[in-house]
């Protein structure tokens, strides 16, 4: 059970059938937020069940209060011996609007080069995150033909939402939690540090939304009447926004890096010795100044530092032409990118005393919750999992992954440490060009072929 290198040329060898089987799933047009497409989720969760079942699993859908999910569970030989790992993938994408600047129909997938001269596979969900999630199912279906089993107990989990409203997931889990017991989750929803270094996720920033509405007259009112002695909402609402940052970029909120943990000084350098390329990355976006909080380099204001921006703000005449008017009330959408250790329900009363404390006399604020209380995570980078991911990315890529952060949030982490107590493994192969969410979305044919035998090494590890 210890022979990788016959799955490797397992995998090598029937590369082309399992492109098929990518492209045969890209053509299912699973977007999970619109109900137009609810019979299409339908059809691909049915789609992975049968690949599930064909490869010995026993799989079947469960009701979520949102799309269907796709649970998959293999028990080798002496399975009560072995480890069990839980796989989490999703197969829903997100919409493909707008649909004109795409090359080539969205959910009729192109095998063709990129801008970068590699051959890629163009389609809505290839890299986010159905070539990503067959990888791992790829390098299972090699080693179970080669070897005949798998070396631990494995439950496949598939959802549907992830692109939308992942509360349904986690409300499944919560009642269901005891089902899935299980010693480690793997994910491949992530991406690689270059189109040659593998990574591995340890941090993820979590992310809560607050619209808040400052209301001052009582209706819209003509400024050539009341203008001056009037308070106008859009000004006080703007003057509240400035106050969030310090001169140094600090956000000001009574309470807000409660829990927050310095950098560890070791961390910093590994950080620093990747060399990210600041001012390229700025430029691409059409900017030259770093700005954010003082002291802290780009990659750890993304990866270890919490924030406060804001996203959006309406009030008053917003059509043609010119419309003189005092209005009645302005609203700002905010979110925060929170870090390991902050309290999303802290921070949301910690913004509301703020905005009433800077509220003059005869203005109101009201507050609307538009995120979920996703917190930040950090995962151990010396436990066993990351450990055989190590050394089978070193194995497969020729050089060792850089242990990274992200940014972003993906709320299923959270959900699994808090309701099955378990951290997630994140390893992905996408390219950091890959337009996920994107007109023109891609998954380069040499991310799928090297993902899909890095997970063959991984599962050889355990063997």
Same mark, same amino acid.
């Given at each position: ?52 079942s ?18 998959g ?9 072995r ?31 990129g ?30 033909g ?26 499944f ?5 005891? !089902? ?10 992530? +991406? ?11 941090r993820?920033?979590?992310?809560? +939304? ?68 600041e ?20 990659? !750890? ?13 309406? +009030? ?23 870090? !390991? ?7 949301r ?7 009433r ?52 949030s ?20 996408a390219?950091?060009?890959?337009? !996920? ?18 997970w ?8």
């Amino acid at each position: 059970m210890t022979d990788a290198a016959s799955v490797l040329a397992e995998i090598d060898r029937r590369l082309p059938d399992c492109l098929e089987r990518l492209l045969d799933l890209l053509r299912i047009p699973s977007v999970g937020t619109d109900p137009a497409h609810d019979a299409d989720c339908q059809r691909a969760a049915e789609w992975m069940v049968r690949e599930l079942s064909a490869m010995g699993f026993k799989a079947g859908l469960r009701k979520t209060t949102g799309q269907p999910l796709v649970v998959g569970r293999y028990d080798p030989p002496g399975a009560a011996r072995r480890p069990h790992v839980l796989f989490y993938g999703h197969y829903d994408v997100q919409p493909a609007d707008p649909l004109d600047l795409w090359t080539s129909p969205p959910f009729a997938p192109q095998i063709r080069k990129g801008k970068a001269g590699r051959k890629a596979i163009f389609a809505r969900g290839a890299s986010d995150d159905k070539g990503q999630l067959m990888t791992f199912l790829e390098a299972s279906r090699a080693w179970l033909g080669v070897h005949g089993s798998l070396p631990f107990r494995l439950t496949v989990l598939i959802e549907g939402d992830e692109e939308g409203d992942s509360s349904h997931l986690d409300r499944f889990l919560k009642l269901n939690a005891r !089902e899935f017991a299980a010693d480690s989750v793997f994910i491949c929803d992530t +991406g690689m540090w270059d189109d040659a270094t593998p990574a591995i996720v340890t941090r993820l920033r979590g992310c809560i +939304g607050v619209d808040v509405t400052v209301t001052g007259p009582r209706v819209d009112l003509h400024s050539g009447y009341y203008g001056g002695p009037v308070q106008n909402p859009i000004k006080v609402l703007s003057r509240v926004l400035a106050a969030l940052h310090d001169r140094r970029g600090r956000v000001t909120i009574p309470g807000f890096y409660d829990g927050v943990k310095p950098i560890p000084p070791a961390l910093r350098k590994a950080w620093r010795s990747l060399r990210f390329p600041e001012k390229s990355f700025l430029a691409d976006v059409g900017l030259s100044v770093p700005a954010g909080e003082k002291g802290y380099s780009v990659l !750890e204001q993304i990866w270890a530092r919490p924030t406060a921006e804001v996203n959006g703000m309406s +009030g008053g005449y917003q059509g043609p032409g010119s419309k003189t008017v005092l209005p009645a009330e302005a609203t700002a959408k905010l979110t925060f990118r929170l870090v !390991e250790g902050q309290d999303p329900r802290k921070i949301r009363r910690g913004l509301r005393q703020f905005v009433r404390a800077h509220l003059p006399q005869d203005c109101k604020a009201r507050f609307l919750d538009s995120g979920g209380d996703s917190v930040g995570i950090a995962v151990s980078d010396d436990t066993p999992w990351v450990r055989a991911a190590k050394q089978a990315l070193t194995d497969e890529f020729g050089r060792a992954p850089v242990m990274v952060g992200a940014g972003y949030s993906i709320p299923v982490v959270e959900s699994f440490k808090t309701h099955l107590g378990l951290d997630s493994l994140l390893v992905g192969f996408a390219g950091n060009n890959n337009g !996920e969410h994107s007109p023109n979305e891609k998954y380069d044919l040499d991310s799928f072929r090297h993902g899909t035998r890095a997970w063959a090494r991984i599962i050889a590890q355990f063997a």
